[in-house]
Every structure is written in structure tokens, then in C-alpha cells.
């Protein structure tokens, strides 16, 4: 499975962003799905996914009610509302857990190579 997130860019405080992760392969429909994001010098960390089972989708806490995650097919969403400066970082779609810790970067199997989101004050 190969994995490319788009849809990235600069955009100013209390704007919004749609990323999209386009995947490769029949595959990817029966993998658990997330997004996971890094800022400089932080480690990468959960942002949302859904899972092979159809349970779902699950947030880190601090992002609820402004996040939304979606996939349709091949392809998987993250819809960002009301950004914040704090939201600045590469984002990266990932698949495949193996395990059960969906939160955590180490479980996926595949990535993409990340879309920068910049949210200016």
C-alpha cells in the first residue's frame, strides 16, 4: 500500500483545511486508517482514525469538535476546523494497525510522506 496526503498549506487562525491521503491497492479499504502529525522537535503524535472493524472514528481528545476524519474507498479525509497556531506541523496519513494501540505511530505499517499545515496568528 502507498500512501500520499495532500491538501496542506498556510492558512490563518480560525481557518479551516481538508487533507486528503490518496492510497494505492484494494487493500487499504480493510486496513484501520489515521492521521498522526509532527511539529519541530515534538514527537509524532495521534490525531485521528478509523478503524478495519467500521468502529469509529476516534480522536485525541484535545482535537474533538474540530476534527473530522473520513475515507471513502481509497481515498481518507481530515477535515480541520477553527485552526489554531498550536495545529503548525507535518501531517501524515497512515494504515494497517498491527495490535491494538490505535494511538500510537509505532502500530501502522504504512505511511505517506506528510503534508506540511502552517496556521498563522
Known amino acids: 500500500v502507498q500512501l500520499q496526503a495532500s491538501g496542506g498549506g498556510l492558512v490563518q487562525a480560525g481557518g479551516s483545511l481538508r487533507l486528503s491521503c490518496a492510497a494505492s491497492?484494494?487493500?487499504?479499504?480493510?486496513?484501520?486508517a489515521g492521521w498522526f502529525r509532527q511539529a519541530p522537535g515534538k514527537e509524532r503524535e495521534h490525531v485521528a482514525h478509523?478503524?478495519?472493524?467500521?468502529?469509529g472514528p476516534y480522536y485525541a481528545d484535545a482535537l474533538k469538535g474540530r476534527f473530522t476524519i473520513s475515507r471513502d474507498k481509497n481515498t481518507m479525509y481530515l477535515q480541520m476546523d477553527n485552526l489554531k497556531p498550536e495545529d503548525t506541523a507535518v501531517y501524515f496519513c497512515?494504515?494497517?494497525?498491527?495490535?491494538?494501540?490505535?494511538?500510537?505511530?509505532?502500530?501502522?505499517?504504512?505511511w505517506g510522506p506528510g503534508t506540511q499545515v502552517t496556521v498563522s496568528s
Open positions: 497512515a494504515a494497517q494497525v498491527l495490535g491494538v494501540q490505535y494511538d500510537r505511530a509505532s502500530s501502522y505499517s504504512y
Open positions: 491497492g484494494h487493500a487499504f479499504r480493510s486496513y484501520t
Open positions: 478509523i478503524r478495519s472493524s467500521g468502529d
